[in-house]
């Protein structure tokens, strides 16, 4: 079967790790169809390089530009997608910014639509002019014949807006051999893996070690990600003599490194789609401190983790120290088991078969 995936993320050569995921999923059902990619992509984020780099890619690649706040991009975008849509045999479109160029327009072929965007489980965190768009918008998720939402969290807030047949397909983690950890009295290894932006709440996390340090704890942090809040919280850091390193963005391998070799996995987010870092640690076998409000209530258990609701220092320095005291029970191998078979690639492959299959049967309605 011929099956465009159509997404407003994908790497490029300028943001490799950009929309890793969804490439991700495109390279796991090209085992079983031929696949290609039409990135709709804001141009400033293209370079001459994208052109080679997509000529070495075992995968098509169309990049289409299509920026951000351009009204009229949606459309051009079309002129482009439409002979594609019509040399496939099915459309996966990936993230509610892929809908746009549909509006109004008939697609004709089973369509999936796979939702990871934030901003439909939080529009009340857009300013009143984007909420007023998001509402004229958010009736684009009636049109798939199934849409699927990688967590129960984000599939509730799609069925605000739809009532045609939904799925959860979570994303892929790849499966890791969970590493023995050393336990010392003289330190505590927190470890994180997200961006420095302000819904992952890195200033939050500097003050639980301040918190910790100040009890008597004596607690680090290695931070692995990058993004806009880096100097702002680097000057914090540095004010306080914090015992928090920025390690900026890491590749799988230190990412890996990092994770093994930290104890607890902290992450005091404020919300989550899914939050692929956290099920990453657990893999690893370490136990996350993770912000309660999310995807990520579909996994954490009283045998992998802790959920936080109160967003304050002394709250996630309570939940460390717990998780701590108890690291007898939190064995690498019994944490990573706790996930093991979930977000495998063989899983997500036959949820994926399952979407298009009943795409494919609710198209051929009457």
């Not at 943001?15 to 169809?33: I, K, Y």
């Not at 802790?306 to 690498?332: C, I, K, M, N, W």
């Not at 706790?338 to 690639?345: A, L, N, S």
Request: charged share 25%.
């Amino acid at each position: 079967m011929r099956i465009l995936f159509i997404t407003p993320w994908y790497p490029t050569v300028s943001q490799p790790v950009a929309g890793v995921f969804v490439e991700r999923d495109a390279r796991l059902m090209s085992a079983d169809h031929e696949v290609e990619v039409a990135h709709l992509v804001d141009p400033a984020l293209l370079g001459d390089e994208d052109a080679g780099a997509d000529a070495r890619s075992d995968l098509r690649v169309h990049r289409i530009p299509m920026g951000r706040i351009d009204p009229l991009a949606p459309l051009r975008a079309w002129r482009k997608l439409r002979p594609l849509i019509e040399g496939a045999d099915l459309v996966h479109s990936h993230a509610f910014q892929a809908l746009l160029p549909f509006a109004w327009r008939p697609v004709r072929r089973p369509w999936v639509h796979s939702e990871h965007w934030s901003g439909v489980a939080h529009p009340e965190s857009f300013t009143a002019q984007h909420r007023l768009v998001f509402a004229l918008t958010s009736r684009l998720l009636r049109r798939p014949d199934m849409v699927t939402a990688v967590s129960t969290y984000l599939l509730d807030r799609v069925r605000d807006h739809r009532d045609g047949p939904t799925m959860i397909v979570p994303s892929v983690v790849p499966a890791v051999q969970p590493t023995p950890v050393q336990h010392s009295a003289d330190a505590l290894r927190l470890v994180t893996v997200a961006n420095l932006v302000e819904g992952k709440d890195p200033m939050l996390a500097v003050d639980t070690v301040d918190e910790l340090r100040r009890r008597g704890v004596p607690a680090s942090l290695r931070w692995a990600g990058d993004g806009p809040l880096r100097a702002t919280v680097q000057e914090r850091i540095d004010d306080r003599g914090s015992a928090v390193t920025l390690l900026g963005a890491l590749d799988r391998a230190g990412v890996a490194a990092e994770l093994d070799a930290g104890e607890i996995f902290l992450l005091p987010t404020r919300s989550e789609t899914l939050c692929l870092s956290a099920i990453e640690a657990i893999s690893h076998g370490r136990p996350v401190v993770i912000g309660a409000r999310g995807g990520q209530r579909d996994y954490i258990t009283a045998d992998n983790g802790v959920l936080v609701t109160d967003r304050t220092p002394q709250a996630y320095a309570d939940a460390v120290l717990g998780v701590a005291a108890e690291f007898s029970r939190h064995d690498p191998e019994g944490v990573a088991a706790t996930v093991r078979g979930r977000f495998t690639p063989d899983r997500v492959r036959e949820l994926y078969q399952s979407a298009y299959t009943a795409a494919i049967a609710h198209a051929e309605r009457p």
